[in-house]
T-cell receptor
């Protein structure tokens, strides 16, 4: 079992839909949780960063961490075609600075 | 954040040759990292490039295959040595400041080995 599991998709939704992207993990030492967005032929771009459990909102994006279930989510409201990209979750254990990445979920938002 | 450039952006190389990838940052950073991203796979850390000392390699990666230099706080190189088709991948440089857990990535170098 991999430390971080992420469904590669693709996930196809109509414009305006609410998108839910998820990762599960097995290492209870993970303390820091991140979401990156990667457009085709570009490097990953940091979207959201949270520490421990709870929610964090930034515009149309909400990151949610449930440490008891070892489950994190990224919600995108009012999705746009420009949101079409691969979304990678990443997690770092306490005392480290090295993230473990998920495989990424490909999101397609069609007009 | 930081503005990061990589050269070359892509290359096609012959088996057995070596390629050096450059990473330049627009400002001084504490940490620089090199990753590999293979199709359908998660990002895999190759090594942490330490300024003024030898790089710290992750399990499965060795200095003879992936020598790294970091002569100053804004520049690093990764060499992929004695290449085989299995080395075909995207190689990414990333940086972090101080004790920040946030990493910022360059655009990547797409390498194809024939």
């Amino acid at each position: 079992q991999k430390e971080v599991e992420q469904d590669p998709g693709p996930l196809s939704v109509p414009e305006g839909a609410i998108v839910s992207l998820n990762c599960t993990y097995s290492n209870s030492a993970f303390q820091y949780f991140m979401w990156y967005r990667q457009y085709s032929r570009k490097g990953p771009e940091l979207l959201m960063y949270t520490y421990s459990s709870g929610n964090k909102e930034d515009g149309r994006f909400t990151a949610q961490v449930d440490k008891s279930s070892k489950y994190i989510s990224l919600f995108i409201r009012d999705s746009q075609p420009s949101d079409s990209a691969t979304y990678l979750c990443a997690m770092i254990p306490g005392g480290s600075y090295i993230p473990t990445f998920g495989r990424g979920t490909s999101l397609i938002v069609h007009p | 954040s930081a503005v990061i450039s990589q050269k070359p952006s892509r290359d096609i190389c012959q088996r057995g040759t070596s390629l050096t990838i450059q990473c330049q940052v627009d400002s001084q950073v504490t940490m620089m990292f090199w990753y590999r991203q293979q199709p359908g796979q998660s990002l895999t850390l190759i090594a942490t490039a330490n300024q003024g000392s030898e790089a710290t390699y992750e399990s499965g990666f060795v200095i003879d295959k992936f020598p790294i230099s970091r002569p100053n706080l804004t520049f690093s190189t990764l060499t992929v040595s004695n290449m085989s088709p299995e080395d075909s991948s995207i190689y990414l440089c990333s940086v972090a400041r101080g004790s920040s857990y946030e990493q910022y990535f360059g655009p990547g170098t797409r390498l194809t080995v024939t």
